[in-house]
Structure formats: C-alpha cells, structure tokens
C-alpha cells in the first residue's frame, strides 16, 4: 500500500529514518514542521504553482514519440521534464525548497549535485529568490558535467569541488551535510533526491509528484490521443522523477518500472544498481537499499550518468521494491549510449544519459511491451552530456 | 563493562581534574602496530580511549580524521581489525574503552552480533556518530544488556526537550559537542561548553564528556575546567598521519597527550 506520509518516525515500513548526527537533529525537526505548514497553506501553493507555470514552463508537455512506436510496436510517450526550464525535472524540487528557505529566514542555500542538473536548479532558485548559494561537486563529476558547471557560476552560485572517495556524488552529498552540520543555524540544505533523513525524502516527493499528477490528467483516457498508460517507465539515481511520475499511480494497475545503472555491467561490481544488486543498511541519513561491502563500508559506485552514479536511493523506493508497488531493472552504459543516438536520430530529441536509460530498457523490453501504452519520463536533456558521449563514440 | 567508566568520572571527580579520552582510527599506521600508538598514550597519561573504526563515509569527521580512515582502510583495518584492536587495548593498558563508529557496520553484522563481539572485546561502551537518541532504543537496548554504555550526544543546537528525551534514556556519559561543525581542528576555545555542561547539570548528574574542535591544551584545560572528560581526536591523528613510521608516532603521541593530561587539572 502507498503510504501518504512516513510514520513518525520518518519510516516507509523499516526504511527511511532520521540517522543524522545530533547536531543536525533540530534543524530536521524544523524542517518537518516548517514544510508540514507551508504545505497545508493555500498562500504556498499559489506562490510555488505560479513559478512553476510561468518560470519553470508547466506543466510539461506529453509527446507521442510516433516514429520510435512504429519501429518498435508500442505506443511510446514521452513526459516531457527535458522541456522544464534549466533542462531537467530537478527544478520542481528546488523552487519549492528555494521558497521554503525563505519562510524559515535562512539567508543562505547549500545543495550537492552530480550531474550537474540539480546544482543549476538550485542555483537558479537562489538567482530568483537572491539567496546565497554554494554547491558541493564530485572533481570527476565537474570535469564530466563541465557545462553544468560554467552555468552555476553564471548563475552566481560558488561550486565547491569535492575530492573525497571517488569525487562523484556519494562524496558530494557528505560534504554538503559536514557543511550543513557546521552552518546548520542560517543555512538550509536543498537535497537533490529524495534521499536523506527524514523529511527529506517525503518532502522532495511531495514537490516532485506534480509530474505524475501532471500525467494523469495528460493521459486520463478521455480521447484516443489521450490512452491511459499501461507501462511508465523512468531511470533511478537517488530516484526523485521516478517517485515523482510513479507516487500518483503507485498501487493502481499501471506497471511501474523504475531502471538504475548497470555500469559496466552488474557482474562486474561497477554499477550503480543499489536495489537491483545491493542491500539494506543506512546512507545520508536513512535506512535503504544500498551498495556496501561484508563489514557495512559503503562502496563506490560506477555509471557513465553522473546523476545515476550513487550506492543508495530513496527509501521510499526501497518500500516500494520490498512491496512488489514497482519493479526495479537495470541496464548499462553502453545501452544507454546507443538508446541517446536512437532518441535523437529518430525522434530529434537529444535526452540526458540518465533518462536514456529508461529508454534503454524499453528498446530491449520491447517484445514484451508490443501494443501497450508506455510512458518513458523523459528526465532531462542531453546538452550536457554531449562533449562526453562524443568522446565515448 | 560500563562500570569501569563509571569509576574513572568519580575519580576525576574526586581528584578535582577531568579525563583524558583521546580518540584514535583503530588500525594506524598499520594493524599490527596500532596497539602501541594506544600504549604510548596511556603512559604518557591517557584515562580511557575511544577506539575509532574507520568508514569510508564519517559525515561527522573533517578532513584529518576522513584521511586517517582510507589510510587505515587501505592498510586492511576495518570492523574486524578495530575490535581486534579493541581487545588488546583493554587487555594491555586496563583502561576504560570505548568504540566509536557509524551506524551502517553495526547494521551490517547485526546489532547483537555487534554487542556481542564488544563485550567479548571488554568495551565499556559505544559512539555511533549518526545515531540520534530517536532512533536509538534497539541499540541501547541489545548493548545494555551486556552492561556496555550507548553514549549518547548533546549538540549547542539540541533543543531542550530533546536534552530530556536523551537524558531519559541513561547514556553512561553524554558527549557534549563543543561546537557545531564536523571534527578537526579550531583556533578559538568552544564558546558553547560551559553553556551545555550547565543545561545538562539542571538536570541530571550524568557525566558530561566535551568533543569536537578541542586540539590545545589550552582549549583541553577551558574544556576540563567545566566538563567531566574531554576527547581529543584530530590534534592526535595528525600527529600520526604526519609520522613516518610507527615509532616516531608513538614519539609524537607521547608528547603531545603528555600536554593535554597535565591540562586536565582545573585551577
Ligand atoms: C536528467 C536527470 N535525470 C535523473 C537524474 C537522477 O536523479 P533522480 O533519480 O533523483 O531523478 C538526474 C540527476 O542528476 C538528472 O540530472
């Protein structure tokens, strides 16, 4: 069964959780408290359903993807967050922390990103609302996501280069909650998934499900070029557009399909697949699957998607994956290489190479899916990834 | 035991003067000879140690200590060689020990196979870094019943009812966060010290342990002046990060806890 908010305990089941230091325990109650009351007042919404209409571009369109259902015997759409201002879903989330940070009179906005996406998300809330910010990025993850970079400092936002561990985002998001733990009274940490201590996770959920009730009237059966989606299929990093698209059906018929990084395949140990192939225990804060060694050490993970490069994910999934509410699948750089040519030499549309591997599974899943109506979240777009795909061809 | 921890704050107590619990990643420079970083620090005046498991991910440390951590990882610590590790300290030295980890390699082997293997080892009590008290019952519950202490924390930011909730559950001390910020080092003295050790004082009688940003003696004796303990972790680690080998290390230990012990005497 779905649940509409954790347990008390921040709990989806056994997942989830608060397991922060103390320091930081206060400020999360804060946090709960403050979003609990902004989220049950109308003035919030309207203030955040405004931006999000006429900054963000909302709501998203719902494209029938015509030439790849041909080829391939389904009826492919596509929800389109690649269209959503700054390129990518991560902007839903962020505009409403952005104006939560204001509520609670914290002059200063800290986040990590890995991408790259959710750093120019936040930075570009913090440019709106003229809040200071400074984003925490794994040193691989600023060579690879270079562009993403450039933006964040054009948006005025200082990157900080992270060079812990492997320097992608499992490192970026620790050193974001260090500065936290020190800055914690006029600083507010805009998480980029729905990862962490609770409330994080609920509250990125609850800003992110627009894009599956966005869908809903999108695609509610009312004419032919309108069916009701029998498949809806999106990639999973820390999981936030996947549990934004999947929350409003989640528990209803639609086969929910949530696809993590295979890296270089999951028999070799360098992935990204924390529920295909991992297990529980606790990262950032919260009890979830995820990707660690026999003595409990958090191991690193491998893709070619900085964004879908991270050994955890959302507790809310773990619930999910444990319930049977969503299946979780997995595919590798390489399919999602070839799925980014094929989306963009077919359809004209160049996607993120984490979206891509949503598309990926599709393209393989194909026999199974012959006829139905599949609905891939189109997450982001490719822009930024298209100095490392070049160099990867 | 936890008793043993118990008797070390009332002799300090007694003796007009704080304890000195330095903190060390379990495992440096090498497995083989971590024991005699420990035995140098307690001849050179150490009360107790808190024994370090090192972890890929510590939210709460800074840089010194996160480096101390994948050099103990690469040099094949981890939660088997600390609990080694533990054991010898306790055997050799007789000290009050106790170990200091996160949450995720005591989940891993199960809490009561971890409790289990302390015991077993002679720890006195446990730290686990991102364990607030809220989710803390399972796990004081599994380690009370080997008599092993879960510490709990007590941060400038905690609020005053969560002050009760942490009090309510009986840590055999409360590790008071001297200032708000991960491990390492500090110019100035924690302002915040002396404020906690009041707010818990109102309270109850529970030792108070000062932590985090204390790397002088001068701020180790402001420290003792008011708290029950004080733990010094990164002024030690670097001390042996900057080592060339474990002999010289053990030199520098020496001398330096040598400083903070004669500071644990309040004026
Ligand atoms: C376009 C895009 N899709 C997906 C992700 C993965 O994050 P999540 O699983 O939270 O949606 C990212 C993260 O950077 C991204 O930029």
Redesign the pocket.
């Known amino acids: 069964m779905r649940l509409d908010k954790p347990d008390t305990q921040g709990r989806f089941a056994q997942f989830g959780g608060q397991f922060a230091p103390e320091t930081l325990m206060p400020a999360l109650e804060e946090l709960e408290t403050e979003f609990t009351k902004a989220w049950a007042d109308p003035g919030f919404h309207d203030e955040l359903n405004s931006l999000l209409r006429d900054f963000v571009g909302r709501p998203t369109p719902v494209y029938r993807a015509a030439r790849l259902s041909a080829q391939y015997g389904i009826e492919l759409y596509l929800k389109r967050e690649d269209l959503a201002h700054t390129g990518?879903?991560?902007i839903n989330n962020t505009i409403g922390q952005a104006l939560l940070t204001k509520r609670m009179g914290k002059p200063r906005v800290i986040a990590e990103t890995?991408?790259g996406?959710?750093g120019v998300a936040t930075a570009t809330a913090c440019a709106l609302l003229g809040q200071e910010c400074v984003v925490y990025m794994g040193e691989k993850d600023i060579e690879r996501q270079a562009l993403n970079v450039h933006r964040m400092r054009m948006l005025g936002t200082e990157v900080r280069p992270v060079t812990s561990g492997a320097g992608t985002l499992k490192d970026a998001v620790s050193a974001a909650m260090r500065d936290w733990v020190a800055s914690v009274d006029g600083t507010h940490y805009i998480i980029?998934?729905?990862v962490g201590p609770h409330p994080f996770p609920w509250m990125v959920r609850e800003l992110q499900k627009v894009i599956g009730e966005e869908l809903e009237t999108q695609m509610d059966g009312s004419a032919p070029e309108r069916p009701q989606p029998d498949v809806i299929v999106a990639?999973?990093?820390?999981?936030?557009?996947?549990m934004g698209i999947f929350y409003p059906y989640a528990g209803s018929d639609v086969d929910l399909v949530g696809v993590e990084a295979a890296g270089y395949g999951l028999e070799s140990g360098q992935h990204g697949a924390s529920l295909v192939a991992g297990s529980p225990g606790v990262i950032h804060g919260s009890m979830t699957y995820l990707l660690q060694d026999d003595q409990g050490q958090i191991l690193e993970a491998h893709s070619i998607s900085?964004?879908?490069d991270y050994p955890g994910v959302g507790p809310e999934h773990a619930y999910f994956k444990d319930t049977g509410l969503v299946r979780y699948a997995s595919v590798t750089d390489e399919e999602a290489l070839e799925a980014v040519y094929l989306l963009a030499s077919t359809e004209g549309i160049i996607p993120?190479l984490?979206?891509a591997h949503g598309l990926a599974w599709i393209i393989k899943e194909a026999p199974s899916l012959q006829g139905k109506v599949v609905v891939l979240n189109l997450?982001?777009r490719g822009d930024k990834d298209v100095e490392l795909i070049v160099e990867q061809s | 035991m936890s008793e043993p921890l118990t008797e070390l704050f009332s002799r300090c107590r007694e003796e007009g003067r704080a304890a000195l619990l330095p903190y060390m990643t379990a495992g440096l420079p090498t497995p083989e000879e971590s024991l005699t970083l420990f035995a140098a620090m307690a001849e050179a005046g150490a009360d107790g140690f808190e024994v370090g498991i090192p972890y890929a991910d510590p939210l709460m440390d800074g840089p010194v200590i996160q480096a101390a951590g994948e050099r103990a990882l690469s040099a094949g610590s981890g939660v088997e060689v600390s609990l080694d590790v533990l054991r010898e300290v306790v055997g050799s030295t007789g000290k009050p020990t106790v170990v200091m980890t996160y949450v995720n390699p005591v989940l891993r082997m199960g809490i009561e196979a971890f409790a289990d293997r302390v015991a077993a080892a002679g720890g006195s009590g446990i730290i686990i870094a991102d364990l607030p008290v809220d989710e803390a019952e399972v796990f004081a519950a599994a380690f009370r019943k080997r008599d092993i202490g879960l510490v709990l924390f007590v941060a400038p930011t905690t609020t005053d009812v969560r002050l009760e909730r942490v009090l309510a559950a009986k840590p055999p001390f409360v590790y008071g966060i001297a200032d708000l910020g991960v491990t390492g080092a500090r110019t100035a003295a924690s302002t915040h010290i002396a404020a906690l050790v009041e707010r818990v004082r109102r309270h109850s009688d529970v030792p108070v342990v000062a932590g985090v940003g204390i790397s002088t003696p001068e701020q180790a004796h402001a420290a003792a002046c008011v708290a029950d303990g004080v733990i010094v972790g990164t002024a030690l680690v670097r001390e042996v990060m900057g080592a060339t080998d474990a002999a010289s290390a053990a030199e520098a230990l020496r001398l330096a806890v040598g400083g903070f012990a004669a500071a644990m005497q309040r004026d």
Do not use: I, T, Y
Not at chain 1, 235 to 242: E, Q, Y
């Open positions: 990518a879903h991560k890995g991408a996406q959710h980029g998934s729905v990639c999973v990093g820390g999981g936030s557009n996947a900085a964004g879908l993120a984490e979206s997450s982001g």
